[in-house]
């Protein structure tokens, strides 16, 4: 079972260049999300996607985008890295319904280091 | 303020004592609690689900819910070392999933 899945685990980056995420779940799951872990600041949401061909901003979006061009791939994209993007980037996905609405189903994170 | 505030901490027990981890939180619409664990170096898995309002009980593990003081609380009873983690409280409005989390309480059993 591997759930949703998360490339790459480690990345450095210089200030300026750019890179993708991706993560894909196999749950067939309607909704995809990215948040950020920061030391003390818990999980704050990027994006996140309730279908297909859908985005939506959460609470930190500024330099970042998403796309959802199939329902089991979730990309997030860094155009320009920047330092204050150094941080631990986690994928979730979860169902539309169910027994426990709202459950997420969390990837393993992906470390991300700017210099 | 943030809309969901957890006790801070890092919290260091020993073995066999009870664990009382609390989030208070503002936004009234919330109606799914969660709890998540988090292991080092992995990602949060859901511990405890409660909808609404009420208490919530799995083997040494309690959720318990106060919608009319929005405070929420997880009990560990009998704790072990493998409950060494940080634990994270999240609510959610919907049933979209949109989750907002606690900033985590880090949880140390001392055997």
């Given at each position: 079972n591997a759930g949703v899945t998360q490339t790459p685990k480690f990345r450095v980056l210089k200030t300026g260049q750019s890179m993708t995420l991706l993560c894909a779940q196999d749950m067939n799951h309607e909704y995809m999300y990215w948040y950020r872990q920061d030391p003390g600041m818990g999980l704050r949401l990027i994006h996140y996607s309730v279908g297909e061909g859908t985005t939506a901003k959460g609470e930190v979006p500024d330099g970042y985008n998403v796309s959802r061009l199939k329902k089991q791939n979730f990309l997030l994209g860094l155009e320009s890295a920047a330092p204050s993007q150094t941080s631990v980037y986690f994928c979730a996905s979860s169902q539309r319904g169910g027994s426990k609405k709202g459950e997420l189903f969390f990837g393993e994170g992906s470390r991300l280091t700017v210099l | 303020q943030k809309e969901v505030e957890q006790d801070p901490g890092p919290l260091s027990v020993p073995e066999g004592a009870i664990v009382s981890l609390n989030c208070t939180y503002s936004?009234?619409?919330?109606?799914y609690f969660m709890w998540y664990r988090q292991y080092s170096r992995k990602g949060p898995e859901l511990l405890m689900y409660t909808y609404s309002s009420g208490n919530k009980e799995d083997g040494r593990f309690t959720a318990q819910v106060d919608k009319s003081s929005k405070y929420i609380s997880l009990f560990i009873r009998d704790?072990?070392?493998?409950?060494?983690a940080t634990y994270l409280c999240a609510m959610s409005a919907?049933?979209?999933?949109k989750s907002t989390f606690g900033d985590g309480t880090t949880l140390t059993v001392k055997p």
């Open positions: - | 936004n009234s619409a919330f109606q704790s072990q070392p493998s409950d060494s919907s049933n979209a999933g």
